[in-house]
């Protein structure tokens, strides 16, 4: 696909720093494949510009890329043999115009280079006049601690554009001819990341699955585990921990029990999964127990690659027959990716104070509403749990928003307020709550009867597609 697609608020934020006097620099931070080069690119494409993009490797193989890149810019053979030397000529050609600088994976350079950051900042302060600096980088603690540490020579001087999943309506326009269901399932499968989306057309979400994920030669059949290679050390620990979670929630003790991994070491790694947007920890709210935290794989592609990946049995098999055997699996597991993508949806909804979920129990009772107990005289209790809780401000007020979320074939009626209705009851500290169902297959009349006569809100496929708005709190 040739044609750039989405990122109108990213653009928009750089042409505003390309028109402001005041702004010297931005750092543009973000995970690999995310689309920042498609982004700076796309930014780039109609103004004058100088860009390199640096190696990972040594110092000697870096000033030898910048001896070519200037040469091809000033039409004049330049070889380095410092750093210092390519800043003087760099500043000698912006003199006087107004040019777009890009350093890409500047972390690249820092490594084999500690006084390239210092030499960044005089260049900023001293040499860049009218033009404009952007520094890019898939390393992001790298990226973060050289723009945000205080001690560090470029603090202040950039600004940070986070470059995050694409939206599902900005990636609708990659597929225009898919349908909307099955628009809503590729995004909750493979996420908003530009390069999962740009492949060659097909008609289903089946067809993508089959083709590029399941079948022997699929370009993203490794996925999940190249991603982590990409990204981490220990890439070896950090798989076989997610290996051990099974995509709902789980703590560090199960994963160390099932891993062995050290709990230090467990710990780190969660923290950088964390800051890669892989995994959520999980947040209790309205009373549920905060210990211990439990973590999820929150990124789409990563947890629907290891699904396939500890369910496919079928090694030889083409990309069809293994759809066919996994099918099932694949529909009961989308009702957990679609409630964090109904999460991501209210927050980016609603003002949002807090959101999380809540679960707990209450006891199992007889017609007569009396305690049901087991064979030690004790209560029989169940679990329940509400999909989504959050906390938002309309205005002056906090409203608290009970969720439930439905991904099925057919409306969905009474059932999904009825189980809304019994997880509430189970809150120990009783409060008001809006009700609020979200369901991509619509809802029976005689739900929406009722919902619009009791102020339940209703969310379908159009709202969740973005095509309406959603429903005033």
């Known amino acids: 696909m040739k044609d750039f697609v989405g990122r109108e608020k990213e653009l928009s934020v750089l042409e505003e720093f390309y028109k402001n006097s005041r702004i010297k620099a931005y750092a543009i931070i973000g995970r690999k494949q995310i689309g920042k080069s498609a982004l700076i690119n796309e930014f780039i494409k109609n103004k004058e510009n100088f860009k390199i993009e640096f190696l990972d490797s040594n110092l000697d193989k870096n000033l030898e890329l910048m001896g070519r890149v200037m040469s091809s810019v000033i039409g004049t053979k330049k070889e380095y043999r410092s750093t210092m030397d390519f800043f003087w ?53 790298t990226m973060e601690y050289e ?19 694409m939206s599902l309506e900005e990636c609708t326009e990659f597929h225009k001819d898919l349908s909307d269901i099955d628009q809503l ?7 908003g990341t530009p390069m999962y989306h740009a492949v060659p057309k097909f008609d289903s979400f089946q067809e993508y699955v089959e083709r590029m994920i399941l079948g022997p030669h699929a370009l993203f059949r490794s996925e999940g585990e190249d991603m982590i290679r990409r990204e981490i050390d220990h890439a070896d620990d950090v798989i076989s921990m997610l290996d051990s979670i099974t995509g709902r929630s789980t703590t560090i003790k199960t994963i160390v029990s099932k891993t062995g991994i050290d709990r230090n070491a467990c710990s780190g790694y969660i923290n950088s999964l964390k800051t890669l947007g892989m995994i959520r920890e999980n947040n209790p709210m309205w009373g549920s127990p905060k210990i211990p935290v439990q973590y999820s794989i929150s990124d789409y592609m990563l947890s629907f690659c290891y699904l ?18 996994l099918n099932n699996l694949i529909s ?22 807090s959101i999380g979920k809540w679960w707990g129990s209450k006891n199992e009772v007889d017609e007569f509403d009396n305690a049901i107990l087991d064979d030690n005289n004790k209560p029989l209790t169940i679990k329940c749990d509400i999909d989504i809780a959050a906390e938002i401000m309309v205005g002056n007020n906090l409203v608290n928003l009970a969720v439930e979320c439905k ?9 999904a307020l009825n189980e809304l209705d019994s997880s509430i009851e189970c809150l120990k500290a009783k409060r008001y709550s809006r009700k609020m169902i979200i369901s991509p297959s619509g809802f029976t009349k005689d739900l929406i009867d009722y919902s619009m006569e009791n102020s339940i809100l209703l969310v379908g496929l159009d709202m969740i597609l973005g095509k309406e708005p959603m429903p005033d709190l």
């Open 89 to 141: 000529d760099l500043a000698e050609y912006i003199k006087g115009r107004k040019v777009i600088v890009v350093f890409d994976e500047f972390p690249y350079m820092v490594k084999c280079d500690e006084s390239f950051a210092a030499q960044t900042q005089y260049f900023i302060d001293m040499q860049l006049d009218d033009s404009k600096l952007i520094i890019s980088g898939s390393s992001i603690r």
């Open 147 to 165: 723009t945000t540490d205080y001690s560090r020579p470029l603090y202040g001087r950039t600004r940070p554009l986070w470059l995050h999943q």
């Open 185 to 191: 399932k590729l995004y909750m499968a493979i996420g």
């Open 332 to 353: 009961t597991s989308r009702g957990f990716m679609f409630e964090q993508f109904c999460m991501d949806l209210i927050t980016r909804s609603y003002p949002v104070r």
């Open 308 to 325: 396939v990946k500890r369910n496919d049995v079928f090694s030889n098999a083409d990309g069809t027959e293994k759809y066919k055997a």
């Open 407 to 415: 991904f099925k074939n057919n409306p969905v009626g009474f059932e």
